[in-house]
């Protein structure tokens, strides 16, 4: 299958790539690189070479995607591109609801042109705002999403979802939940510096990176910290291939798919998990820049991934934590 991946230089776009490129698939990528990197792209490029693996840089919003298309005849499409930071849509909700919304917009009406008809869109867990129940399935009502970029998300799962019902393409949104480690080799990570992600960031600290903030507000839990379910990058990159073979296989149909571990740890545990696996006892200051549209618990119901997909997750956290310290000893500030 020849695939497109858009936000291929990216967290979870790259690493999905080498998973995918490592089990045959064709890869055709693009990137703006206002949030990804070239570097990784070019491991992949020398890696697996040009036959297999192709990239050019190229902006959703304002790219000549009919062109893009027409000259590299996909299968399918992985949709990463995107920004995701949930505390600057909160500052500049305008760039997020304009770079998303159109973006997608833009690839989906190429994609209709060019006669593509299976796309895999990267979701969040953040379209169900505060959950109404634990553990969250695919049924639960999307009534306010929590932040600007959640509910840019979901007002691109709407568009997809009108398309799909008029027959011009079908669709998988796969929800994440927060997602945590890197490539099993170590070779491909998370290089913002800072990370979205807490356990990236604990790690960052514990290696004397950089200086380790806590940014939540206090919320109702146990000890007063959000809890979150962590699934790992390859076991989400590993769903987006079953997610592809089943969108372009004979049972193939629009459908939702929570991506989690159906586990949850708090911000705190998170931290002393940490601790004790790096053997550091590093400080960690609040910041005073607290993050707004904090859930107080957000865990996944993956029961519906499981029977559809066969998928689960693989990885424990402490799996997760061991590839991310590989990748931070060789790539302390990333590419």
């Known amino acids: 299958m020849k695939v497109l991946v858009t936000g291929a230089g990216g967290y979870i776009g790259s690493n999905t790539s080498y998973l995918l490129l490592q089990n045959n698939f064709e890869i055709v990528a693009l990137d703006n690189f206002s949030k990804g990197y070239r570097e990784p792209l070019g491991f992949l490029e020398k890696k697996f070479g040009k036959k297999k693996f192709v990239w050019e840089e190229i902006d959703l919003v304002s790219g000549n995607l009919d062109l893009f298309l027409k000259k590299h005849k996909v299968d399918a499409i992985l949709h990463f591109a995107a920004l995701c930071n949930v505390g600057e849509s909160w500052e500049d909700p305008t760039k997020y609801f304009s770079n998303n919304i159109i973006g997608l917009q833009r690839l989906a009406a190429s994609a209709i042109k060019n006669n593509i008809k299976n796309i895999v869109f990267s979701s969040t867990c953040a379209v169900y705002g505060d959950a109404q129940y634990i553990p969250i399935d695919e049924n639960h009502p999307l009534v306010i999403p ?190």
């Open 146 to 335: 929590s932040s600007p970029y959640g509910a840019s998300k979901k007002i691109c799962e709407e568009i997809l979802g009108w398309y799909s019902k008029m027959d011009l393409l079908k669709y998988v949104f796969l929800r994440y939940f927060n997602v945590t480690g890197a490539s099993d080799d170590g070779q491909i990570g998370d290089s913002k510096n800072p990370s979205f992600h807490l356990i990236q960031n604990a790690l960052r600290g514990a290696l004397g990176i950089e200086k380790f903030e806590l940014n939540y507000a206090p919320v109702n839990t146990p000890d007063g910290s959000p809890i979150r379910d962590y699934v790992n990058v390859i076991d989400l990159a590993r769903a987006h291939m079953l997610a592809l073979n089943y969108l372009v296989g004979k049972k193939g149909e629009s459908n939702i798919f929570n991506l989690g571990t159906g586990i949850g740890n708090s911000v705190l545990e998170i931290i002393k998990i940490v601790k004790e696996k790096t053997g550091v006892d590093f400080p960690v200051s609040m910041s005073a820049n607290r993050r707004k549209g904090e859930a107080d618990k957000m865990i996944a119901d993956i029961t519906k991934a499981k029977k559809v997909l066969d998928w689960k997750p693989n990885h424990t956290l402490e799996q997760s934590i061991d590839s991310l310290l590989i990748w931070y000893k060789s790539h302390p500030q990333g590419w």
